[in-house]
């Protein structure tokens, strides 16, 4: 059996990669990178290291010749651009003869009101389309995303909010990864969708986690959507991603990531990370940085 993951040297990726080398051999693993010097330290470790270009299709079709499972893993991007990538890929795919298909969509990307869905749902769609099994790994939210959030407060300033009491299944990268990691390398996966999610939380819950990983209280800031951009352009977030956020936050407070769903424990064979127990995690690690 041969593995390839796509994005293998992205955060998500490398994670993906190192849980799978846990329990495949380097020999059954390979990967679809756009610049193949920057996976050299997995191509010393036995890891196949190919190069594909989610915009040359020609690359794609090479780099997943004699593939079995493909975790294509979704691009960044403006939506225009990730679908006509995604697109690039699924049938490059399909003319390589892929066998199965994992892909990491979103929460409810059938239904979601997030902005990133319809990336989610053209591409869950595009695979469906190839008549190749698959599996939709729809990860709820990375805890990672709240990194910017995070390093404000460890600097003094409260939790800001627009997203009111909705809430959202936050869990680590990690778990993903494993989650993915499992699928690729288990059975019995074939035309399944996953819905990735944490225990659903609100804002408040996530604040106090960061509270008790700080042995202090950390105060709340809810704000409406206008506030909300202000303070992040204040903060020095980019002009053209201020409107994502407060996007992604209105979202979170009409309910789009409150999913409840025991997949995760599924995969993983033990309970997703607790957030307390997550947010300790990067808090440690963002005082090491």
Do not use: C
Request: glycine content about 8%; hydrophobic content about 40%; charged content about 25%.
């Amino acid at each position: 059996m041969k593995i390839l993951l796509t994005g293998a040297t992205g955060k998500l990726g490398t994670k993906v990669a190192e849980s799978l080398l846990k329990t495949v051999p380097a020999s059954e693993l390979a990967v679809s990178v756009r610049d193949p010097e920057k996976a050299s330290d997995l191509a010393a470790r036995g890891v196949e290291v190919r190069k594909g270009d989610f915009d040359r299709p020609e690359t794609l079709t090479t780099a997943f010749a004699g593939i079995d499972r493909l975790l294509i893993i979704s691009a960044d991007g403006d939506n225009e651009t990730r679908i006509r990538q995604h697109t690039n890929a699924v049938a490059a795919a399909k003319q390589a003869q892929v066998r199965f298909i994992a892909y990491t969509s979103l929460g409810n990307a059938d239904k979601s009101s997030l902005f990133l869905a319809p990336v989610h749902r053209s591409t869950e769609e595009a695979i469906k389309k190839t008549g190749i099994p698959y599996s939709f790994l729809r990860n709820n939210w990375y805890l990672e995303n709240e990194l910017g959030s995070i390093q404000g407060v460890l600097k003094g300033a409260p939790w800001v909010t627009a997203a009111g009491y909705g809430k959202v299944g936050w869990a680590l990268q990690q778990d993903y990864a494993e989650a993915a990691a499992a699928v690729l390398s288990g059975s019995g996966h074939e035309n399944t969708i996953y819905e990735l999610s944490g225990k659903p939380i609100t804002q408040e819950e996530l604040a106090a986690a960061l509270g008790n990983a700080l042995g202090r209280e950390v105060p709340v800031q809810q704000v409406d959507d206008a506030t909300y951009a202000d303070i992040m352009r204040g903060a020095g977030v980019p002009d053209f991603v201020v409107p994502v956020l407060v996007d992604i936050q209105k979202a979170i407070r009409t309910g789009a990531l409150e999913i409840e769903s025991n997949d995760f424990e599924k995969l993983l064979g033990r309970p997703v990370t607790s957030i307390n127990d997550a947010v300790a995690q990067i808090v440690r690690e963002l005082s090491k940085a």
